[in-house]
């Protein structure tokens, strides 16, 4: 069963989330992984979801060789 959108977010975030530091993942990547688990989902509203969470600032696009998504990074004098 497809997703809703906020619960599609959601999803997509905990996967960045879980990556994180372990694995550097691509728009795609998580593409593959939410149509492994859901295969009816609209690949549009995937876009659409992950946009919203780069446009949120819940994450951030990185490159190194190629564009990741990643949860941004917290620099160590911004923790004061």
Not at 7 to 19: F, N, P, T
């Amino acid at each position: 069963m497809a997703l809703a959108k906020a619960e599609l977010v959601e999803y997509l975030y905990k996967m960045v989330e879980a990556a994180q530091g372990k694995k550097q993942l691509k728009a795609m990547d998580l593409q593959k992984a939410v149509l492994k688990e859901h295969p009816d989902q609209d690949k549009n509203m995937i876009k659409m979801a992950i946009k919203e969470l780069i446009d949120s600032g819940r994450c951030v696009y990185t490159y190194f060789g190629g564009s990741f998504i990643e949860i941004p990074h917290v620099e160590g004098a911004a923790k004061h």
